[in-house]
C-alpha cells in the first residue's frame, strides 16, 4: 500500500533553517506530482507546495514563497522541502501528500489523495 | 483565491443519526471539490472527490452532493469513529488548493 514518511522536522530559531524529507513507497513515485501541506496546532491544513512529478514546474503558496523550495530524487524516491529564513508562524506539522490526476472533462484536475503522518516543525527561540 | 467557508463549526450528533456538513466556495468550483476525515492525532484522510464519488474503502454512509459553490457532506448512521474534524477542499483553481477551517463532529 502507499506510504509516505517524512522527517527532519525540529527546534528551530527564528531565521534558521531545516530540510525535511519524505520517503514514498507503494506506488510509481516518479510518474506523480507530490504536495507538502502544514498545519499549525488547533487549525485546518494549509497547501505549502507542490512539485510536478518531472520537476518541470513548482507552485508554492504566497506565505513561503522565496524562502521554501521543494525538490524530488525520483532515483530514491524523495521528496524534499528546505526551508529557510524560518518565522514563527511556520510553526506547524508537515505533511507529504501524494497528487492524483482527475480528468474532468478532457481536463487535468490536481487532487491529494494520500497523506503522511508528518513531520512537527516549531520556530522559537 | 477561493475562499471556502464551513458550517457549522461544531455539530453533535447521536449514534445512529444523520449528520450534515456545509461547505461553500467563494467562486464557482464546478464539482471540483474534496472532503478529508481528520480523527484526533491523524492525518487527513481523503473521503469524497469530485464532490460526490467516495474514495477507496469509505463505507457508503458517507455520501457528497453539491456543485458550483454550495457543497453538502451528509453521514448516515453515525457511529462512535465518525468523531472528527471534516475539512472541505477545492482543486478546481490552483494554486493555490484551498481549504475549508473545519468542522467538528461529535458524538452525543
Known amino acids: 500500500q502507499v506510504q509516505l514518511v517524512e522527517s527532519g522536522g525540529g527546534v528551530v530559531q527564528p531565521g534558521g533553517s531545516l530540510r525535511l524529507s519524505c520517503v514514498a513507497s507503494?506506488?510509481?513515485?516518479?510518474?506523480?506530482?507530490m504536495h507538502w501541506v502544514r498545519q499549525a496546532p488547533g487549525k485546518g491544513p494549509e497547501w505549502v507546495a507542490f512539485?510536478?512529478?518531472?520537476?518541470?514546474?513548482?507552485y508554492y503558496a504566497d506565505s513561503v514563497k522565496g524562502r521554501f523550495t521543494v525538490s524530488r530524487d525520483n532515483s530514491r524516491n524523495s521528496l524534499y522541502l528546505q526551508m529557510n529564513s524560518l518565522r514563527a508562524e511556520d510553526t506547524a506539522l508537515y505533511y507529504c501528500?501524494?497528487?492524483?490526476?482527475?480528468?474532468?472533462?478532457?481536463?487535468?484536475?490536481?487532487?491529494?489523495?494520500?497523506w503522511g503522518k508528518g513531520t512537527t516543525v516549531t520556530v522559537s527561540s | 483565491e477561493i475562499v471556502m467557508t464551513q458550517s457549522p463549526a461544531t455539530l453533535s450528533v447521536s449514534p445512529g443519526e444523520r449528520a450534515t456538513l456545509s461547505c461553500r466556495a467563494s467562486h464557482s468550483v464546478d464539482t471540483n471539490l474534496a472532503w478529508y476525515q481528520q480523527r484526533p492525532g491523524q492525518a487527513p484522510r481523503l473521503l469524497i472527490y469530485?464532490?460526490?464519488s467516495r474514495a477507496t474503502g469509505i463505507p457508503a454512509r458517507f455520501s457528497g452532493s453539491g456543485s458550483g459553490t454550495d457543497f453538502t457532506l451528509t453521514i448516515n448512521s453515525l457511529q462512535s469513529e465518525d468523531s472528527a474534524v471534516y475539512y472541505c477542499?477545492?482543486?478546481?483553481?490552483?494554486?493555490?488548493?484551498?481549504f475549508g477551517q473545519g468542522t467538528k463532529v461529535e458524538i452525543k
Open positions: 512539485i510536478r512529478f518531472d520537476e518541470s514546474y513548482k
Open positions: 469530485g464532490a460526490s
Open positions: 477542499q477545492q482543486y478546481n483553481n490552483w494554486p493555490p488548493w484551498t
Open positions: 507503494g506506488f510509481a513515485f516518479r510518474s506523480q506530482g
Open positions: 501528500v501524494k497528487n492524483v490526476v482527475v480528468v474532468v472533462k478532457g481536463a487535468n484536475f490536481y487532487l491529494m489523495d494520500v
